[in-house]
């Protein structure tokens, strides 16, 4: 068994080596071709992503209180860019350590600092980034900071969702039951209201529009 799937993976990578020849020259060439890479992977037979080979230059960056909405935007706005979502929340949900600073100013630069990272992959990928997360402004400066060291040109939209605080509790309380965020809903946006957010910002009241329409907004710019 172990025999039989070395040369598996042996001809694979003979399959490989032969499709980079085809348009990089000899083996060993100092020319800087760049190999064509099978649309499927010669090891796993599975179908590669269609990637663009020009890198996409638009980031857009949501913050918002819990339940405002931010998901459901990012990924309207994704899906009509033919783009990526980061959630941030995935990055401190994996962290079990008890010292972790939750909540603090120091876990938004160490969310930031992912979120540039895994940023540059998806726009190098061709793909226009939104970026979902409860930013305050010291958070969403150092992101924008960290995207722009890596691409100054790169086109950033920063958007402040809010929305009056029943309809925000009540668009909380239609998500499941684990995503709720109940009381912090009040804590938070209360938090976000009273920041000094950067000219560059757009604080945009969702009460009563519909998720098309707040997306024709964000691309009014």
Known sequence: MVDATFKSVARGMHAAKEEMLTVGGHEGSTFHHYPRIPNHCVFCGMDRPNISSEPANRVLICTGACGVGKSTTTRAWAKKHHGAIIDC???????????????????ETFVASLTAKVARHYLDAGMPV?????????????????????RPNLRVTMIHLQCTLPENQRRDHERVPGDRMNERVAIVRKE???????????????????VSELIAVIDEE
């Open 192 to 210: 976000l209201d009273e920041e000094a957010w950067p000219p560059q910002v757009r604080t945009i009241d969702t009460t009563h529009l519909s």
């Open 130 to 150: 939104a970026i979902d997360n409860v930013w305050h402004a010291a958070g969403l400066e150092k992101l924008e900071t960290l995207l722009r060291k890596q």
């Open 89 to 107: 929340d995935f990055f401190t949900e994996w962290i079990y350590d008890p010292e972790f600073p939750h909540w603090q100013p120091e876990e």
